[in-house]
């Protein structure tokens, strides 16, 4: 006898998100069948997912189009170059900085089929110039992709310092994933960038 076919969908839902399981999907399915409350607390919580915005700025996840950190005229003529929103507030956590940030979401990948010019170049360039950004700090992993989207995200930049996080920060390693001393070493010890 099979499970019922609701069932079976709402545990390929789960087995399908990262670090979820067969077994952990399975046990979150049969907590959700047999409590109406939960569930219409998940359905909530899914539904209002679709009022996060992307602040039209610096790309970070916000309940407002542009985000506190962009409204707020007292940081630092920074901008520090992100993979992920979730490296946004993880850096805001260590409360080291207080410059600005931008969100990429993707860095140049041929074999994914993300090109150069799928990267948002124009929209950082114009915050760059509007914010008179005096350093453009990259805090993306430490690989080969990110290095090739930081030369032609900064191409035809000229006047901020150009700097990246050390390369004590581990290889490929996400900013989200990194624990807090490393993080705060991290910012203190950046390193320039040769724009040449």
Known sequence: MKLPKAFRKLIEAFDSLPEIGPLTAKR??????FDEEKRKNLKRA??????V???????????EEICEICRDPTRERKL?????????????????????????????????GIMPQDLPIEEFKRLVEEEKVEEIIFAL???VKAQV???????GISGPRVTKLP??????AEISSLDPYT???ALEHRIPIDVD
């Open 28 to 33: 979150i399915s049969e907590r959700l069948l």
């Open 46 to 51: 899914l539904e209002a997912l679709d009022e």
């Open 53 to 63: 915005k992307l602040c039209r700025r610096c790309r970070v996840i916000s309940d």
């Open 80 to 112: 520090m170059v992100v993979l992920s929103p979730f490296d946004v507030f993880k850096i805001e956590e260590s409360g080291r900085y207080k410059g600005k940030y931008f969100v990429l979401y993707n860095l140049v990948s041929i074999t994914e």
């Open 141 to 143: 992993p430490n690989d």
């Open 149 to 155: 989207t930081a030369r032609y995200m900064i191409e």
């Open 167 to 172: 390369s004590g920060v581990p290889r490929g």
């Open 183 to 185: 993080l705060v070493e």
